[in-house]
């Protein structure tokens, strides 16, 4: 079974947390035959390791880490890659991949000029 795992920065907003919440959600309708989780880096719960055991709880062997980031910063060179290690080590049988943040995609134009009104 294969699993996603969306991973925010986190915050102490409550309306922030709802809204990844809800995003989760609309991922998991979309995404047919993968297990869907959320986890939060820092100043939210669940966290990575969290929401790892959950869903190899639920038998996925297969995860794919998604940041859900715009940029290239620490967490996603370093302090993501770090804790996937350290769960590779704990779940040896489970295949782990970390994928590019959202970064300069074309579609975030799109949204940026919606947003502005153009």
Known sequence: MKGLLIVSHGSRSKDAVNEFNQLIEMVRTQAEGFEVGGAHM?????????????LVEKGVQDI????????????IKQDIPELIESEKEKY??????????????????????KRAGL
Not at 64 to 75: C, E, M, Q, R, S
Not at 98 to 107: C, D, F, M, R, V
Request: net charge negative; glycine share 6%.
């Open 42 to 54: 820092e100043l939210a719960t669940p966290d990575i390791p969290t929401v790892v055991a959950s």
């Open 64 to 75: 794919t880490v998604v940041p859900y980031f715009l940029f290239n910063g620490n967490h």
């Open 92 to 113: 040896p049988q489970v295949a782990f991949r970390i994928t590019s943040p959202i970064g300069a995609e074309p579609l975030m134009v799109g949204i940026l000029l």
